[in-house]
């Protein structure tokens, strides 16, 4: 067994080398990992559907209450125009939420842990959201970055000021994911350390850290699916209703 | 003996009205989304100084302008990270 804190992130291959133009498609860990989640996000679902009755079992109840959460979430924050999205954000956060928590088992692998993954997401919302904004409105979308009531010697200023805060959201998107995540899996894996090397003595008190952390992680992997989607909702709002 | 049907009824009533005055429900939700504004402020502010950085650094390396457009974007990148952070405490206020 290996104490070294990192040694979680490690991607390796599953099965055989695919190679394809020189690109390496071969099956990691992630991938596998990310196939669970996708298969049991179905498997859930696909239960929870099967047979509508009036008195929910446990399945229906729990695809009832995620269907619920979201579209409260949407009508919410984006408002009724929002509503063609929805399968969109709601796969979104079913799959964020997963991977999350499917992180959390032992020996597992958690996906949104790389920041590559939580990075393609985020920059697929932006350009998605920044299409829909050009198509909804034109050019008229431009003037999400020309904030009304300035005055014009400060209005070059303030322009390149909102395009970097405009630029700044997928990065802070996918960071706010990717960090709370390894830096939750890293502290747990620490804290397992400890116990391991304070022995039977001194032990006791790092294993009580590690208790409540686990808690704490497992908060953080719902919060975080639910600030990623919430987002998303935000940013598809400013695209839809344009009101600056 | 009363009626199976009628205790039925007052049953569904007395929950119609738990859930017409529960705001537990609603006061959790909104827990849970301040928290996620406050996980949302410190990457918003840090995320925009880091994107106005990396621009200043890309637009020097074209224009052979170094060090100066670094700088500039540099505090255009905190003024950008600023007014993230006041949209988000403006849209909690919106909220209360």
């Known amino acids: 067994m290996t104490t070294n804190p990192m040694h979680q992130f490690e991607v390796y291959r599953i099965g055989p080398e695919i190679k394809i133009a020189g690109i390496d498609l071969s099956f990691t860990n992630a991938s596998l990992f990310m196939l669970i989640s996708a298969v049991a996000i179905c498997a859930v679902f696909f239960l929870g559907t099967k047979e509508k009755k009036l008195i929910p079992d446990k399945f229906q109840l729990i695809s009832e209450i995620f269907y619920n959460f979201i579209a409260k979430m949407i009508s919410d924050t984006a408002g009724s125009k929002a509503k063609p999205y929805f399968p969109f954000i709601f796969s979104l956060f079913m799959f964020v939420l997963f991977c999350n928590m499917l992180g959390m088992l032992p020996y597992s692998f958690t996906v949104t842990s790389h920041i590559i993954v939580t990075l393609i997401m985020a920059i697929f919302i932006f350009i998605a959201v920044t299409v829909i904004g050009f198509l909804k409105h034109g050019f008229g979308y431009l003037k999400l970055f020309v904030p009304s009531g300035v005055p014009n010697i400060l209005l070059p200023l303030i322009t390149v000021i909102e395009i970097i805060s405009y630029l700044s959201r997928p990065v802070s998107l996918s960071v706010r994911l990717f960090a709370n995540m390894m830096a939750g899996h890293t502290m747990l894996k620490v804290f397992g350390g400890f116990v391991i090397s304070l022995g039977m003595l001194g032990g006791w008190l790092p294993l009580s850290f590690s208790v409540a952390l686990t808690g704490l992680e497992i908060l953080v992997a719902f919060l975080q699916a639910y600030v990623f989607a919430i987002l998303t909702c935000i940013y598809l709002n400013d695209a839809l209703n344009l009101h600056h | ?96």
């Open chain 2, 1 to 96: 003996m009363t009626d199976p049907n009628d205790d039925f009824k007052t049953r569904l009533k007395i929950a119609k009205d738990k859930v017409k005055n529960s705001t537990r429900i609603n006061n959790n939700n909104e827990n849970s989304s301040f928290m996620g504004s406050a996980f949302k402020l410190g990457t918003d502010l840090i995320a925009a100084v880091a994107v106005g950085t990396i621009i200043g650094f890309i637009l020097d390396s074209w224009f052979d302008t170094k060090p100066w457009l670094i700088i500039l974007f540099f505090f255009l990148g905190s003024a950008a990270g600023i007014l993230n952070v006041i949209k988000i405490a403006k849209r909690m206020q919106k909220k209360d």
